[in-house]
């Protein structure tokens, strides 16, 4: 166990749906990070929030938007899915301490898109 | 961007054998990690290493920060060490507060009996 939780571990739904997926971050780490691993893209870095505010943005797509929440666990929603969007998604979490920022990763929800 | 290029793409090891993986990255960076996915999709962190050299059991690595490259040892090699292997930096010139690592495209082992 990592101590980077996620829910749900799998989820299938329809193209057109909604879906919220939740990330506790370790105890102590203040940064959380979102990516997504599909096949053909591989690991992509969507998405970072510290202690409350988000940091930096990568490949993250308009119909999707995450944020934390002031006990720092995170939320990752996607909108209007298409089947493109089926990947497995992670969370990571650090302490944001420079020098040691070590990234620890959870299990990953995978979503399925019908 | 970064780029980060992983090496052999693929591997096939005899269970005992040992291995190096390879990674190139083509910038100054303060943030290294090697993880390894396993065949149920977990991200497991291996070693954090931005440079230096550590060891952890039958696991090494290597990074030499100035040449831009890091290698992953694996010796007297186990049927759980298959799946893929990931190398992940962090630019140097990242912007202050912004952590998150770049992937590689990651070496994928399969070690048979």
């Known amino acids: 166990d990592s101590g980077v939780t996620q829910t749900p571990k799998h989820l299938i739904t329809a193209t057109g749906q909604r879906v919220t997926l939740r990330c506790s971050p370790r105890s102590g780490d203040l940064s959380v990070y979102w990516y997504q691993q599909s096949l053909d893209q591989g690991l992509q870095f969507l998405i970072q929030y510290y202690n409350g505010e988000e940091r930096a943005k990568g490949n993250i797509l308009e119909r999707f938007s995450a944020q934390q929440f002031p006990d720092l666990h995170s939320e990752l929603n996607l909108s209007s899915l298409e089947l493109g969007d089926s990947a497995l998604y992670f969370c990571a979490s650090s302490p944001q301490r420079a020098g040691a920022n070590v990234l620890t990763f959870g299990a990953g929800s995978r979503l399925t898109v019908l | 961007g970064i780029q980060v290029e992983q090496s052999p793409p693929d591997l096939i090891l005899q269970e005992g054998a040992n291995s190096t993986l390879r990674c190139n990255f083509s910038?100054?960076?303060?943030?290294l990690q090697w993880f390894h996915q396993n065949p149920w999709g977990q991200l497991i962190n291996l070693f954090y290493i931005p440079s230096g050299t550590k060891q952890n059991g039958r696991l090494s690595a290597t990074t030499v920060a100035t040449e831009r490259y890091s290698l992953l040892y694996i010796s007297s090699s186990q049927t759980t060490d298959s799946g893929v292997y990931f190398c992940?930096?962090?630019?140097?010139?990242?912007?202050?507060?912004?952590?998150?690592?770049?992937f590689g495209k990651g070496t994928k082992l399969s070690v048979i009996p």
């Open positions: 910038d100054s960076v303060n943030n």
């Open positions: 992940a930096v962090r630019p140097g010139m990242s912007g202050a507060g912004s952590y998150q690592l770049t």
